[in-house]
């Protein structure tokens, strides 16, 4: 089983910035990607973000150049920050990681607005 637990959401002005953290905990050695998800109010869940343990990241279009995932093996925490924010990102994000099994974070709420 993992545990994951998000932090660093919050209320940004357009054109600001966010860092969000997750923090992986139990049987975390076979993981293998961790990443990004979000969702928006009414609408499905999208992929945001992924690193792999080679250190591999790809992103989703909309955020490519504005976001940028990493990861703390020390730490076992995976980061996003999130650049030139935009109301269209208003979102929950949540955190995932895969082994056999996707095990997600319980989300952490994103609001970007004036």
């Known amino acids: 089983q993992v545990h994951l637990v998000e932090s660093g959401g919050g209320l940004v002005q357009p054109g600001g910035s966010l860092r969000l953290s997750c923090a992986a905990s139990?049987?975390?050695?076979?993981?293998?990607?961790m990443g990004w998800y979000r969702q928006a109010p009414g609408k499905q869940r999208d992929w945001v973000a992924t690193?792999?343990?080679?250190?591999?990241?790809s992103y989703a279009d909309s955020v490519k150049g504005r976001f940028t995932i990493s990861k703390d093996n020390t730490k076992n925490t995976v980061y996003l920050q999130m650049n030139s924010l935009k109301p269209e990102d208003t979102a929950v994000y949540y955190c995932?990681?895969?082994?056999?099994?996707?095990?997600w974070g319980q989300g952490t709420q994103v609001t970007v607005s004036s």
């Open positions: 995932f990681a895969r082994d056999t099994r996707t095990f």
């Open positions: 139990g049987s975390i050695f076979s993981i293998n990607p």
């Open positions: 690193t792999t343990s080679g250190g591999s990241t």
